[in-house]
């Protein structure tokens, strides 16, 4: 395995972080970052703020072996030739564990990583120890539409995700004066929009994800003003061996609002599940 | 040789809406209960009336383009309207400048549509191809990160459709037509002229010059607009080899004439500033979704505007836009100045909008503009004979039957058919007796 290792791309508190690290995946460099010891927990990113690390990653690799790689091209800023679907990002994945010599891993997916961890475990069963999913978008609900906001004003994107002020992390949804940082978030969601642009859902979770056997737990705000409460019901409606978990007084931006929280949450259902 | 050739172009706006400062976006979000649609059909008539008089009043061409969800531009289906016009009119060129090639699923619709409409007007369309703006992949849902490829497929097709025999199999990378055989194929040939009407990107200027497709620079300052003609002159020399015809080079840029320079000014100023203030009202993040630009892309624009201090259509005076170039107003005199510097510093032979609608300008002063284009600046530019281009060429179809039969004939095929026995008749004679009984099958019959 070939890997080099590098600052990361953007920590949230500079110098806390584990170094990127990129190896081959297929051919394709992939960033990983990997902190801590104990059970190996493969943890996705979703569509917002893709590349930091933060103290959510922090707190879960104070108890497990934390793997967080980075979806193709978010690094890049665009999205790579051969990524036209989720099953690419499947294979993707899958042989990512292998690189990585992970046999099964307890997933962990966020936003729009829930979404591709929950094709990951339909179609690799076998490697899959436990699956969560926080705040995940996928499913198709008309009634309760996720919020758009790859051409949304960033002013409103930002109050949805935090579910009012931005507070501390205010500044996340630059705007064009900050050029650096616009264009990075830009090309972050250049490939955002080659996943979900023309489908903000797959109708396919429905009949696939009850597939999922493990164990799984569900985690969303109470009240998620990015993707509604309802989705969070709907998965733990459809995965077959899961419980819900609603947070107060965090928004969509969970993750950081109440990393220790989610972070709590996440590893005592893992270790649960450790037995 | 004409110097220079005036095309009348419209966008066709819905200028009935708040001032700008009140909306989010003329694009997209603008509620549509704001278009009624009794004010709609008038303001469809008087720009139907507009375009014809363009004709009348010896334009080389009429444009009209594609738009989606906003009232800057209410025409969503150039080709009807071009349809519409093609009735009205019967000499002068008409652009649909252009079909937006990436919203369609399956391209062929749009080689089908340019086709029709070229044997429809007698072969006097221009096909403009245009990648559209960011804001119709807001509202298509297609999508934007994909959207330069799709552009290029769907234009590959479309030529092979209107230039090769089908049916032939298209196995692109994002169409998959097992059946390609258009019919009707374009009267003009090989195929209607295809014109890449964009803003300064060097990506559209460098494949236009190296297709030798005429580009059409969209409404921008004098020193970019500069830029952007001398890169496809130098794009056309120093890589592909040829000199380009100025006629290869257009300029869009409203302008708007009248008896003095101060009349015109008057006349002009509210207008001209609804178009920039109002009509051109739309946030980055309408105009420029993820994925419609790139990283790079994105990051050389914005610094290249910072460093320097372009401002934004929106933030700009009438006096800036008149002197950065953006529009051209004044008396005929002024005007053709103006169009003299411009032909000696871009090398161009085709200016855009020269005369006619912007923005909320009423039907008379629209008509104003253009009778006085035409009667003092246009023919500063002309042959003696003062005629414009189309009416110094042969159409491409005889306009009477007489001509018809002279010139085209009797198609190669005529229609036949069988009743009984082995014998075909022509449908055309098959029914009259003293004809079909010099068929030996049909000697005897009634």
């Known amino acids: 395995m070939t890997m080099t290792t590098s600052e990361p791309v953007t920590p949230d508190r500079p110098g806390t972080g584990p170094p990127d690290t990129t190896i081959a995946v297929d051919g394709e460099p992939t960033v990983v970052r990997r902190a801590g010891t104990g059970r190996a927990v493969l943890y996705l990113h979703g569509a917002f703020a893709p590349t930091r690390w933060t103290r959510f990653h922090d707190a879960m690799a104070e108890r497990f072996d934390l793997v967080a790689p980075l979806h193709p091209g978010y690094v890049e800023g665009h999205p790579p030739d051969w990524l036209r679907s989720f099953e690419d990002l499947v294979l993707h994945y899958r042989s990512l564990l292998d690189v990585l010599e992970l046999d099964r891993v307890d997933l962990v997916g966020y936003d729009l990583g829930g979404w591709i961890g929950a094709q990951l475990a339909v179609h690799h069963p076998e490697r899959i120890a436990s699956f969560t999913v926080v705040a995940a978008t996928g499913l198709r609900l008309p009634e309760s539409p996720p919020m758009e906001f790859l051409a949304a004003d960033p002013r409103a994107v930002e109050q949805a995700f935090f579910g009012g002020p931005a507070g501390e992390h205010t500044g996340l949804f630059a705007d064009a004066r900050d050029i650096e940082a616009f264009t990075n978030a830009y090309g972050e969601n250049a490939v955002t929009a080659r996943l979900i642009w023309e489908r903000h859902y797959d109708v396919t979770l429905d009949r696939r994800v009850p597939r999922i056997a493990v164990p799984s737990l569900v985690v969303s705000p109470d009240d998620d003003l990015v993707v509604p409460l309802a989705h969070a019901e709907r998965w733990a409606e459809l995965l077959p061996d899961s419980r819900l978990v609603t947070l107060d007084g965090v928004g969509h931006a969970l993750l950081l609002q109440a990393p220790d929280r989610v972070a709590d949450t996440i590893g005592s259902f893992i270790e649960e599940v450790a037995g | ?446």
């Open chain 2, 1 to 446: 040789m004409n110097r220079l050739e005036f095309y009348l172009f419209h966008l066709m706006p819905y200028p009935f809406i708040p001032p700008g400062e009140e909306f989010e976006s003329i694009w997209i979000t603008l509620p549509n209960s704001m278009y009624d649609p009794r004010t709609g059909h008038r303001l469809y008539k008087e720009y139907m009336d507009q375009m014809v008089l363009g004709e009348q009043l010896g334009y080389d061409g009429i444009l009209v383009n594609e738009h989606h969800q906003t009232a800057y531009a209410v025409q969503p289906a150039p080709n009807l309207w071009a349809a519409y016009l093609a009735a009205r009119t019967t000499g002068i060129r008409i652009g649909v400048i252009g079909n937006a090639l990436p919203m369609h699923r399956n391209p062929l619709r749009v080689a089908e549509e340019i086709a029709m409409l070229d044997v429809i007007s007698g072969g006097r369309i221009i096909s403009g191809h245009v990648r559209a703006m960011g804001a119709e992949y807001v509202s298509s849902g297609v999508d934007p990160t994909t959207s330069k490829e799709r552009f290029w497929e769907a234009n590959d097709l479309i030529v092979k459709a209107w230039t090769s025999d089908g049916p032939f199999q298209w196995h692109g990378e994002h169409f998959d037509v097992e059946y390609v055989n258009p019919w009707p194929r374009p009267l003009q040939q090989p195929h209607p002229p295809i014109w890449l009407p964009g803003s300064t990107s060097v990506d559209t200027i460098d494949k236009a010059a190296e297709r030798r497709y005429p580009f059409m620079l969209t409404p921008t300052s004098n020193w970019l607009s500069k830029s952007a003609f001398d890169r496809y002159y130098q794009v056309a020399e120093e890589q592909f080899g040829y000199t380009p015809s100025p006629r290869q080079l257009g300029r869009l840029v409203h302008t708007h004439v009248a008896e003095t320079d101060e009349q015109a000014h008057r006349e002009a100023r509210a207008h001209i500033m609804w178009f920039f203030r109002n009509g051109l009202k739309i946030p980055p993040f309408h105009m420029m979704p993820a994925g419609y630009s790139t990283k790079g892309s994105m990051k050389k624009t914005l610094e290249g505007k910072a460093k320097a201090g372009v401002k934004g259509f929106t933030e700009m005076s009438y006096e800036e836009l008149v002197e950065g170039g953006y529009v051209i107003v004044g008396s005929p005199q002024t005007v053709i100045e103006k169009y003299e510097q411009m032909i000696e510093d871009y090398r161009i032979g085709m200016v855009m909008s020269a005369g006619g609608h912007l923005g909320s300008m009423p039907h008379w002063m629209v008509q104003k503009n253009m009778y006085l284009m035409a009667e003092e600046v246009i023919p500063h530019f002309r042959e003696p004979d003062g005629r414009p281009t189309w009416a110094k060429t042969e159409p491409a179809v005889p306009r009477t039957l007489t001509e018809f039969a002279a010139q085209v004939g009797k198609p190669k095929l005529a229609p036949r058919v069988r009743y009984e026995g082995d014998d075909h008749l022509e449908a055309a004679t098959a029914h009259i007796p003293e004809v079909y009984h010099q068929l030996d099958s049909l000697r005897d019959a009634p």
